[in-house]
Nanobody
Framework: QVQLVESGGGLVQAGGSLRLSCAAS????????MGWFRQAPGKEREFVAA????????YYADSMKGRFTISRDNAKNTVYLQIDTLKPEDTAVYYC????????????????????WGQGTQVTVSS
């Protein structure tokens, strides 16, 4: 398994931007599909985006297209989530996840796809 640590969250005003980072340990980071989820208060954790091992392919939940950008730097063992034009409804704990290579038959939106999770970083957007 890979260990994941998110950072970059905080309190921002609506309309602002944030870039979340997820640092991974382990020499095999570059072989993992990586993803971001978020969980708002009182709601289930939902899929935001995923990125292929090379960074050449990205996938977004339909509701996340346009303001969210996932990227990765394999040399730094880090995956990023850029969030632009933040809205109060983006308030949530954001989690990064590493794919379980044994579970690629599951969709990106399924928790079963993901084998390792970070502890999350809080994003709060004020109106």
């Amino acid at each position: 398994q890979v260990q994941l640590v998110e950072s970059g969250g905080g309190l921002v005003q609506a309309g602002g931007s944030l870039r979340l980072s997820c640092a991974a340990s382990g020499r095999t980071f570059s072989s993992y599909v990586m993803g971001w989820f978020r969980q708002a208060p009182g709601k289930e954790r939902e899929f935001v985006a995923a990125i292929s091992w090379s960074g050449g392919s990205t996938y977004y939940a339909d509701s996340m297209k346009g303001r969210f950008t996932i990227s990765r730097d394999n040399a730094k063992n880090t995956v990023y989530l850029q969030i632009d034009t933040l809205k109060p409804e983006d308030t949530a704990v954001y989690y990064c996840a590493a794919e379980d290579p044994q579970r690629t038959s599951y969709s990106f939106t399924s928790y079963n796809r993901w084998g390792s999770w970070g502890q999350g970083t809080q994003v709060t957007v004020s109106s």
